[in-house]
C-alpha cells in the first residue's frame, strides 16, 4: 500500500492514519508511561465567546445562589448532616425523598437523551470542571505565564527567578481561588451565614470543620493544578457513558474527513482539487489548541470533550487562505458520510417522550405533595382508661408545616362520628413554617359505640377555613367484648 492509500485507508473511514498503532495509550501519556503535559494554545473564535459567555454566567450563578433566598428560605441548601434540604426555596424532608428521586431518574434520562442527540455538549459548556478549568484557571495560566509556546519554553528552562516567580505566582493564585471554591461549595451546604461565622471564629475553634474544608481546598486545587483533562479521560464516567449512547447520528465535533483528504501543506495559487488535496492544510492548529491534547482529524475520541477550540482554530486558517469554513463542525458521522442532513431518530423520540412524562409526573408531585404532614401515635406502653362512660385513649402529634407560611389547624375526629377531644393546651394549634410542632390530645368515644377491642380510626387536621390538609388512619382501643351468636 502506497503511503497516499494508507492515509485515505484511516480504518475504513479515511481516518486513521496508522491504523495498527492507532489508540493502543492514551492521549496524554507516552509509551513508557510517564505524564505527557498539554499545552493548549489560547483558543479564539465565535464558538470560544459563546462558551466564554455561557461560563460567566454560570460562575455568576455559582457564586449569587447561597445568598439568595424565597420568603426566608435559601434558594438551594442540601445539608446531609442536619437534615435540610432546600430546592426553589421550598424545603423538602426525608419524606420527600421518593420526589427527589424520580427527579434523579428524570435527570439520567435527560442526560441519556441529550448525549444520544448532542454527545458529549454537556462537557465543553456546562460541565463544572471544564469551566473552572477553562474559564477561571486556565486564563490565569496565561495571565501569569503567557500562551502555549511561551508555556512550553518556561517548562522547559532552568529554575532561574523568572520560573521561580512566575509559577510561585500562579500557585498561590490557585490556592487562593480553591479556597474561595471550597467556601462557596460549603455555603450550598450549611448556609453562608454559618461559613461566614466559622471564617469570623478562627480555625481552631471548629478544627472539624476547618480541616473538611482544606482536604477539599487541596483536593481542588490537585484537580485543577495537576489532574486537569485527566479527570475527563479517566475518571469522568460520563465519558464512559457516551461511548455506548452516542451512534452515527449523534451530533458531535466531527472532522469533515471526505472533504479534508487528502490533507497536504499549504501552497499560494495551488489548484488543490486539481492535484487530489483536500481542504486540511496540515496545519496542526486544530492541536494545538485542544485542552486534551488529541487530533480530531482521528476521528471520535473518548477524549473529546466538544470544547469547540478545534473549530474556531480550523475556521480561522480557512478564512486565511480563502477556503469554507466548516472543516471541523458540529454533525453527525453519518452526515459527514452521506450528506444525509440530521434527523431526529426514533429512539431519541422515544426517550424524550419517557422524559415528558417523567417531568410531568414530578411537577405533578411537587404540586401536591401537601402543605402538612400529620401523624397521631399511641405513646409507647399506654392503654385505654374508661371514665364516666366514655373510653379514651392518647395520642402525641406530630405536624410538619411544609409550606412558606405560618398555620392555624385544629383536629377533628372524621371517622367514626362522635368522637370527643381532649387538648392538652388549646384546640387552635399554630405551626410555624417550615417547622414541626408536637402535642399530645386525648380522644374519646362513648363506650356503647364501642363493638371491637380495637378499630380503626381517621383524625383529620383541617385550617381555620375548615379545609382538611392531612389526614391520618390509625386504631383505637376499649375493653373486650365477648361476641355472643
Not at 503535559?37 to 489560547?42: H, L
Request: overall charge positive; charged content about 25%; hydrophobic content about 40%.
Amino acid at each position: 500500500m502506497s503511503k497516499v492509500d494508507e492515509e485515505i485507508a484511516r480504518g475504513g473511514q479515511g481516518q486513521v492514519l496508522n491504523p495498527e498503532t492507532y489508540r493502543d495509550s492514551i492521549g496524554t501519556m507516552e509509551q513508557s508511561g510517564k505524564r505527557k503535559w498539554v499545552f493548549p494554545r489560547k483558543p479564539k473564535g465565535k464558538y470560544t465567546n459563546r462558551r466564554e459567555l455561557v461560563s460567566y454566567v454560570l460562575l455568576v450563578i455559582y457564586f449569587t445562589i447561597p445568598f439568595v433566598k424565597i420568603n426566608g428560605n435559601p434558594f438551594f441548601r442540601f445539608n446531609v448532616i442536619d437534615g435540610e434540604y432546600f430546592i426553589a426555596g421550598q424545603p423538602f424532608y426525608p419524606q420527600d425523598f421518593f420526589i427527589l428521586t424520580l427527579g434523579a431518574i428524570a435527570s439520567l434520562i435527560f442526560i441519556i437523551v441529550f448525549t444520544i442527540a448532542f454527545g458529549r455538549i454537556f462537557c465543553g459548556w456546562i460541565c463544572p470542571q471544564t469551566i473552572f478549568m477553562e474559564s477561571v484557571f486556565r486564563k490565569i495560566e496565561f495571565w501569569i505565564e503567557g500562551d502555549r509556546n511561551k508555556q512550553m519554553r518556561l517548562d522547559r528552562q532552568e529554575w532561574d527567578s523568572e520560573k521561580i516567580w512566575k509559577k510561585s505566582l500562579k500557585w498561590s493564585v490557585y490556592g487562593v481561588i480553591s479556597l474561595i471554591i471550597t467556601h462557596f461549595m460549603f455555603m450550598y451546604v450549611v448556609g453562608y451565614e454559618e461559613v461566614l461565622n466559622i471564617i469570623s471564629e478562627g480555625p481552631f475553634a471548629k478544627l472539624t470543620n476547618f480541616i473538611v474544608m482544606i482536604l477539599f481546598t487541596a483536593a481542588f486545587y490537585f484537580v485543577f493544578g495537576w489532574f486537569r483533562e485527566q479527570v475527563c479521560t479517566l475518571v469522568c464516567p460520563y465519558g464512559r457513558l457516551q461511548g455506548v449512547l452516542i451512534d452515527k447520528e449523534t451530533i458531535n465535533v466531527f472532522y469533515d474527513f471526505k472533504r479534508g483528504e487528502n490533507r497536504s501543506k499549504w501552497r499560494n495559487n495551488e489548484d488543490r482539487k486539481a492535484v487530489g488535496k483536500g481542504d486540511c492544510i496540515d496545519c496542526y492548529q486544530c492541536v494545538v489548541v485542544c485542552p486534551t491534547g488529541i487530533d480530531i482529524r482521528d476521528g471520535q475520541q473518548l477524549e473529546c470533550v466538544n470544547c469547540t477550540a478545534c473549530i474556531d482554530a480550523c475556521d480561522e486558517v480557512m478564512e486565511k487562505v480563502g477556503l469554507p469554513k466548516g472543516l471541523i463542525r458540529y454533525a453527525s458521522e453519518k452526515e459527514i458520510e452521506t450528506g444525509i442532513p440530521y434527523k431526529f431518530t426514533g429512539r431519541m423520540k422515544g426517550f424524550a417522550v419517557i422524559l415528558v412524562l417523567l417531568v410531568g409526573f414530578l411537577g405533578f408531585l411537587l404540586y401536591n405533595r401537601g402543605e402538612m404532614e400529620a401523624k397521631f401515635i399511641k405513646p409507647a406502653g399506654s392503654t385505654f382508661f374508661v371514665r364516666d362512660g366514655k373510653i379514651t385513649n392518647t395520642y402525641n402529634y406530630t405536624f410538619l408545616n411544609k409550606t412558606n407560611e405560618k398555620k392555624i389547624v385544629t383536629i377533628k375526629v372524621i371517622e367514626p362520628s362522635h368522637a370527643e377531644i381532649n387538648y392538652s393546651v388549646t384546640s387552635k394549634i399554630t405551626v410555624e413554617r417550615d417547622k414541626i410542632s408536637k402535642g399530645t390530645i386525648n380522644i374519646s368515644f362513648p363506650e356503647s359505640e364501642m363493638n371491637l377491642s380495637k378499630q380503626n380510626i381517621t383524625i383529620g387536621v383541617y385550617d381555620m377555613k375548615g379545609k382538611l390538609i392531612d389526614s391520618y388512619q390509625t386504631y383505637f382501643e376499649g375493653p373486650f367484648k365477648l361476641q355472643i351468636p
